[in-house]
């Protein structure tokens, strides 16, 4: 398993699903699994949906600059930290965002995301 391909191919699925259809991202979540959002704290996978669906925005457009991973833990997790930029429908300009996920393997062979932290990046 290489950790990069693991990372970009997550990367590319948890933009997607948000950009598109954010109630999806529930797979992603377990009960145990937390979200910081600009500082609040989220636990679990539906209260986590409900936070990302309730966002004052319905349509968006992520675009990737980069993704670091590192391996994390004897359990085969990986951290996965993002940046790039986030473009709402509407908006002249794109925000600027960094995203950190602590991904768990599952008895599937799988991912889920154990931590996620969101910050907008102010100038």
């Known amino acids: 398993m290489d950790p990069d391909a693991v990372a ?3 990367v590319e699925h948890y933009y997607s699903t948000f950009d598109a259809n954010r109630p999806n991202l529930g797979n992603l979540y377990q009960e145990n699994s937390m979200l910081t959002f600009e500082g609040q704290k989220i636990q679990g996978s539906a209260n986590i949906v409900s ?3 309730s966002l004052p925005f319905q349509q968006c457009q ?3 600059a980069t993704v670091d991973c590192q391996p994390s ?3 085969g997790g990986m951290l996965v930290f993002v940046s ?3 473009q709402l ?3 002249q300009h ?3 965002f960094s995203q950190m996920f ?3 393997p599952t008895a599937q062979g799988s991912f889920y995301v154990l931590n996620d932290i969101f910050r907008l990046n102010y100038a």
């Open 102 to 104: 602590h991904l768990i």
């Open 94 to 96: 794109a925000l600027k």
């Open 84 to 86: 790039g930029n986030l």
């Open 89 to 91: 429908a509407g908006e």
């Open 51 to 53: 936070k990302l669906t």
């Open 8 to 10: 970009k191919a997550f």
């Open 62 to 64: 992520h675009s990737i």
């Open 73 to 75: 833990g004897p359990a």
